[in-house]
Each structure stands twice: as C-alpha cells, then as structure tokens.
C-alpha cells in the first residue's frame, strides 16, 4: 500500500493525476505572479499605473465567467470542460507575447481571467466528482498543499529569468508559463470522463419549475450567498498577508525588508506541510461551520499580534511578525477548508459547479476590493485598523454557524414537504 492510498479516501491514482496537474498549473503561476508585472513594464513597456489598472479591470470582468462555467460544468464532463479551459488559458499565456500596447495588454488580460476565473468553478466541480463526498474537502486541502509548492518552484524559476532581465529571459518565462497549462490539461485527461448522471438538474426544492433546476438559482439562493459572503469577508485575510503584511513590515514595524521573504516563506512552509492534517473534520456543513468559527478567531488574534509589532526594537519586531504569521497561516488554513466543506455541501448535489462558482465570485470580489480597502483601513490607520480587521473577522466567525444553521434549514424544508404531500400507503 503506497502513502496516497493510506492518506486518501479517494481511489490514489486519481488524488495523485489532480496533483500533479496542479503542481504543473502552479508552477507556471508562480512563474507569472513572479515575473509577470516586470515582463510587462521593463520588456513591454507599458507603465507601472497602467499594468495595476488593466489586471484590476480584467479580474473584475473575469468573475463573471466564474458562475456559467460552473454551471456548465454540471451539465458536461468537468474533466473534459477543465482541460479545455486549460488549454485556452495556455493560448492566453501565450498571447502575452504579442502584447505591444494598452488596448492589446487589456484584452489578453480580460480573456486570461475570464479563463481563470471560470476554471476555478470547473476544478471545484471536477473535485468534487474525482472525490465524493467523503473525500473532496481532503482532495482540496491536498490540492492547496501541491498548489504552494508548485508557485514556490515556479517563483525560483521566475527569478532566474529576473536576474537576468533580458528580453530573451522574459520571452521564456511567459512561453514556460503558457506550457504549463497544456502540460496539466494532458495531465487531466489521464482521469476517466466524468459524464452528468441521467436527471442531473432535477429535484425538489424552490429554487426549481417542474423539477428542474432554474437558470441563476445559485444567485438567488439567499441563505447559501449569506454563507459563503461570510467566507468571503474572511478571505479579506489573503490581501493582508500578499499585501498588507510587507508593507507594514518595512513602513510601520520597522523590520528589514529581507524580513517580507521570510514571512512569505513561512506561510508558504506551514502550508505544504500542514493544510491537509488541518483540513480533517470539515467535510459537511456543521463541522466546517465550527471550523469558520475557529478560523475567524484565530485570524483576529493573529491581526492583534502584526498591529503589536508597531514601534518595538528590530528583533522584537521581526520575531512577533514570524509568530503572528505563524497563527495566520492556522486561520487561513481552517478557513480555506472550511469554506470549501461549506460550499460543497449546502449546495445541491446536481448544481456543485454553479454554486463553486458563485462562492469562487464572492472571493474574487473581496480579493478585487481588498486591495484599496485595507491599506485605507490599516496602512493610513495604524493599529486602530487592525484592531478593526480582527473585529471583523472575529465577528464573522461567530456568526457563521447560525448562518449555517439558518441555510441548512431551507436545505431540509422542501423533502419534509415532499414527505407530508406523499399519499398514505403509498410512502416508500
């Protein structure tokens, strides 16, 4: 018996094809997230200004994809769906090589996200499927731990072409990124099609006419957008720690700015080596409600320790930013788990990748405006802002049981109505 098979509840040689697909996506997304923005503004040429505002403009066009793709995906095969969403990401990449301008920078940029944001719904849908529902939030937490490894390769690779800052390094970076998408698409098909059941889209419940699920339900269901918003409001902790957290570092809590690279590093370390053994216990919507709890009190807590770091001796400092990224990276990891058991299992089984998409748009709207808000909040506010932040957060923790409760609630109603309608002598 190999480790995969001892570790996962799902068949390994399927666990161990969507890692590896992923650790290949992720390495090319490291690459960029790497190296992108200098490509574009020393080899391109555009300006620093206009980079930042057209990747803002095109992530938020690019949520829009996020909820018919995964509403697509329960109607198709999602392996098939991901791997061509893959292979038009890889076409993606690539047109970056011809970007010579704003106008053509802006539309690739548009079609890169509208892509990337759909395939995140699709992957969740495919997961799902691979997985069951025993095993797909350990399928993700899996996932998350290769997908840290492969942006921390794919970082190391980008800095090669970064230090030698050529235009020949820049054109190979982007060109190895575009490769990676067609290498974890090949990857994909290796997993056996995955075809919707016969009645996939039929059900009781009021969000369906005549037993079929309505156009846009996902939007409409009021009790599962309250949910997963509150995830979202958590998943403002992803822009402190990419954003917020270096440039306190280096402004506020007078740390050297080799000090950035180690907090990173620290996330990213903790990550690989613990998000599947903190991923246990949350693969239905109690328990991962429980998990959100905890989540969101941890996360304040570790806001409480960055806004200490204000104002105190060098290694003071450096040594409280470590030990606060330390409780950070427990918070992010319970959440990230939490919020997928959350989402998987308060929808309904036949619409998995129309509500992944709808909970992936929450989180991408709170990453698009992340950014602005929090260096307002904190940055120009000081410790007052992260006491704020960890308010919020604590807030939102406590809140989302009874909000889980509340949209479990709505989940059971339809089938008790169903049974009371039944004839007697009938039932059964």
Request: net charge positive.
């Amino acid at each position: 018996m190999n480790l995969w098979s001892r570790i996962s509840p799902i068949p390994p040689g399927r666990l161990r094809t969507l890692s590896l697909a992923t650790l290949a996506n992720t390495v090319g997304s490291g690459m960029w997230l790497t190296g992108g923005a200098l490509y574009l503004t020393r080899d391109v040429g555009l300006s620093p200004a206009s980079v930042g505002a057209g990747l803002s403009l095109a992530g938020l066009v690019g949520l829009t994809a996020s909820v018919p793709l995964g509403a697509l995906a329960d109607r198709r095969d999602p392996r098939t769906l991901r791997a061509l969403v893959q292979l038009g990401q890889g076409a993606a990449a690539a047109a970056y090589l011809l970007v010579d301008s704003f106008p053509v920078f802006l539309a690739v940029a548009i079609l890169e996200m509208l892509l990337a944001s759909g395939n995140l719904a699709v992957r969740a849908a495919l997961v799902a499927v691979v997985a069951g529902p025993q095993g797909r939030v350990h399928a993700f937490a899996t996932l998350r731990a290769v997908a840290n490894l492969g942006i921390a390769v794919g970082a190391g690779l980008a800095g090669l072409a970064l230090a030698a800052d050529s235009h020949l390094a820049y054109q190979v970076l982007v060109a190895g990124n575009a490769l990676t998408y067609l290498l974890s698409a090949t990857l994909l098909l290796r997993l056996p099609a995955y075809p919707p059941a016969a009645g996939a889209g039929r059900g009781p419940g009021s969000r369906r006419r005549n037993g079929a699920l309505r156009p846009g339900a996902a939007l409409r269901d009021v009790r599962f957008l309250a949910v997963s918003g509150a995830s979202a409001v958590l998943a403002l902790h992803w822009t402190m720690l990419a954003l917020v957290v270096p440039l306190w570092t280096v402004t506020r809590a007078g740390a050297p700015p080799p000090v950035v690279s180690a907090v990173l590093l620290t996330n990213t370390v903790l990550t690989v080596l613990l998000a599947v053994r903190l991923g246990r216990g949350a693969d239905d919507a109690t328990h991962a409600a429980r998990s959100m709890r905890r989540a969101g009190l941890v996360l304040a807590a570790a806001m409480l320790l960055y806004a200490a770091t204000a104002g105190l001796p060098p290694a003071a400092s450096v040594t409280l930013l470590l030990l606060a990224t330390v409780v950070y990276t427990f918070g992010d990891l319970w959440h990230g788990t939490a919020g997928a058991g959350l989402a998987y299992d308060l929808a309904p089984p036949d619409a998995l990748g129309a509500y992944q998409g709808v909970d992936g748009m929450l989180a991408g709207l709170s990453r698009a405006l992340g950014p602005a808000l929090l260096t307002l909040l904190v940055l120009d506010g000081g410790r007052p802002g992260w006491l704020a932040v960890g308010a919020l957060f604590a807030a939102v923790g406590l809140a989302t049981p009874a909000l889980t409760r509340w949209a479990l609630a709505a989940r059971t109603a339809p089938d008790e109505a169903a049974s009371a309608r039944t004839p007697a002598g009938r039932a059964g």
